[in-house]
């Protein structure tokens, strides 16, 4: 089952511009909602999380939006740069105790052009 | 900093063939995951253990087995190797912390199987 929808699927934004990436989601019982950055050759790490009593989170360039009316939440990229390039994946969490898992994404390629 | 090390970066095997994934983790985390990493459908959970001698079945567990006999030591077996089963292998290990968690990945596995 697909518990988990992202959009887009790649993306390409000028240098300086604003990259929005979003995932919707069906399992109400998520209450954890981070994302995770990826760079080619390496594992993802975790970038920013938000947890549902928020509508929003900013950590420098990084901001999470939480709807959890509409089940979705989405990130952006503020002043995007090519050093952002890489790919990105929602991962909320199901199950907010120990033993809860991550459910990934499609994951969104981002390039950020010079 | 956490490290996650799996022990091949690269691994070609033949189709029939039990092939053995480690992952080692330096931080004495409780949890370890292993997923599998394909383009378009993001990372899929196959197994994950919250102690020694634990574990339990993610979403994709078919063909696969894990064994923890150490905390640090998280191994993911394929018993006969197919080729539907070339992809990347990820390792994660994760703290259970005060509600914001962390999964560390390591830097992959890419399996071919022919």
């Known amino acids: 089952q697909q518990q988990v929808k992202q959009s887009p699927q790649s993306l390409i934004v000028q240098k300086g511009g604003i990259s929005i990436i979003n995932c919707a989601y069906e399992n109400t019982a998520f209450d954890y909602f981070p994302w995770y950055q990826q760079f080619p050759g390496k594992g993802p790490a975790l970038l920013i999380a938000?947890?549902?009593?928020?509508s929003e989170k900013k950590e420098g360039r990084f901001t999470i939006s939480f709807n959890k009316s509409a089940k979705q939440f989405s990130l952006h990229i503020m002043d995007s740069q090519p050093g952002d390039s890489a790919t990105y994946f929602c991962?909320?969490?199901?199950?907010?105790?120990?033993?809860?898992?991550?459910?990934f994404g499609q994951g969104t390629t981002l390039q950020v052009k010079p | 900093d956490v490290k996650v090390t799996q022990s091949s970066r690269y691994l070609v095997k033949r189709t029939g063939e039990k092939v053995f994934l480690e992952c080692v983790q330096d931080?004495?985390?409780?949890?370890m995951f292993w997923y599998r990493q394909d383009p378009g459908l993001g990372l899929r959970l196959i197994y994950f253990?919250?102690?020694?001698?634990?574990?339990e079945k993610g979403d994709i567990p078919e063909g696969y087995s894990v064994s923890r006999e150490k905390k640090e030591r998280f191994s993911l077996i394929l018993e006969s190797a197919s080729t539907n089963q070339t992809s990347m292998y990820l390792c994660a290990s994760e703290s259970p912390g005060t509600g914001f968690f962390k999964q560390y990945f390591g830097p992959g596995t890419r399996l071919t199987v022919t």
């Open positions: 253990s919250y102690d020694v001698k634990m574990k």
């Open positions: 991962a909320p969490k199901q199950g907010s105790s120990n033993t809860g898992k991550l459910i």
């Open positions: 931080m004495d985390h409780e949890n």
């Open positions: 938000i947890r549902p009593d928020v």
